[in-house]
């Protein structure tokens, strides 16, 4: 813990600090996010939570950084890796270092080997250069958005059959068999996927699998919106490029009945499903912001380098 001017505390998370969390992130973004949606995104996991605060010493919270715990293979090895989500400091504090301050202490006590083995981060331009110069972290890449115009009506014929499920053993099994085509990826099992898109308050993701006689070769996880539909994760064997033409022929159909003309990806470290996705129209585009992609490995038994093929989806971001 690190006791500065004013009686400030920059401390790990502490029951009762929620509410006070979720106001502070609020004026911080100029946002109004319930603190439902907090409870939800930092649900507790097995592995954890890696939240902390600079609060004052009746517990108002002035600075924040957190990690969303996440299982990556890297190189066929399993760690334990932090999605960094909600960095901010209080308008009034701004300037003070305050910020930087929590998050070099959050690192110095969640980055090691037998915690936080890797960390990634999707900063703003201003917090990417915090996130460099302070805290070591190197830039992999730009997130890659995909979109296409709704197509038109027409047959297509994958052989796949596209059936709407919930995340259970077959995904498991679906997920040994695609992890080889990875080298570096979030552990996309049911468990995952069921914290990353189960019970988000007022948000339903829909779980897609495309099948062919019986054995399930991808699955998609989408989102019905008023202007877009986005397809938001996506597990490929990379035996049947079929099976990918199939589940975009399905969500096709789901923004056809929506009356949604534009669908929206985020695809980045799966060369042949950007090769799929683009035979049908799909095309690379101008991200509507800088939406940089940068990490850090606090183990040497992970190098920046086997990092940067990160297989990044909506699903690694922070949405919330």
Not at 75 to 97: I, N, T, Y
Not at 251 to 271: F, K, M, Q, S
Request: charged share 20%; aromatic share 10%; net charge neutral.
């Amino acid at each position: 813990m690190d006791s500065g001017v004013n009686g400030i505390i920059i401390r790990p998370f502490a029951a009762g600090d929620e509410a006070g969390i979720n106001a502070s992130f609020n004026r911080a973004f100029g946002l109004q996010r319930q603190l439902e949606d907090w409870v939800w995104k930092f649900q507790p996991t097995p592995f954890g939570r890696f939240i902390w605060v600079a609060a004052t010493p009746g517990g108002e919270v002035l600075a924040h950084y957190a990690a969303v715990p996440v299982p990556v293979q890297v190189a066929g090895k399993v760690l334990l890796a932090g999605q960094g989500v909600d960095a901010f400091a209080v308008p009034e504090v701004q300037g003070q270092h305050l910020y930087t301050r929590t998050v070099q202490a959050f690192y110095e006590a969640c980055g090691g080997e037998q915690q936080l083995a890797v960390s990634y981060v999707f900063p703003g331009l201003r917090s990417a250069r915090i996130f460099e110069h302070r805290l070591g972290f190197s830039l992999l890449a730009e997130a890659k958005v995909w979109r296409r115009p709704l197509a038109r009506p027409g047959a297509r014929c994958t052989g796949h059959q596209v059936v709407r499920v919930a995340p259970d053993g077959r995904l498991d099994e679906l997920w040994r068999a695609a992890a080889p085509r990875y080298p570096v990826a979030v552990v996309r099992d049911a468990a995952w996927l069921t914290r990353r898109f189960s019970g988000r308050p007022g948000v339903d993701y829909l779980h897609l699998a495309a099948r062919r006689r019986h054995q399930l070769h991808a699955w998609a996880v989408v989102r019905v919106e008023a202007s877009r539909v986005a397809w938001a994760d996506l597990v490929w064997d990379g035996d049947r490029p079929a099976a990918v033409a199939a589940l975009d022929g399905a969500i096709t159909d789901l923004a056809r009945r929506a009356g949604v003309e534009n669908l929206e990806l985020w695809l980045e470290g799966d060369g042949a499903a950007e090769e799929v996705v683009r035979h049908y129209g799909w095309r690379r585009v101008p991200p509507p912001a800088a939406m940089l992609l940068m990490a850090r490995s606090f183990t040497p038994a992970v190098g920046i380098d086997e990092l940067s093929c990160l297989y990044v989806t909506m699903g690694d971001a922070d949405l919330v």
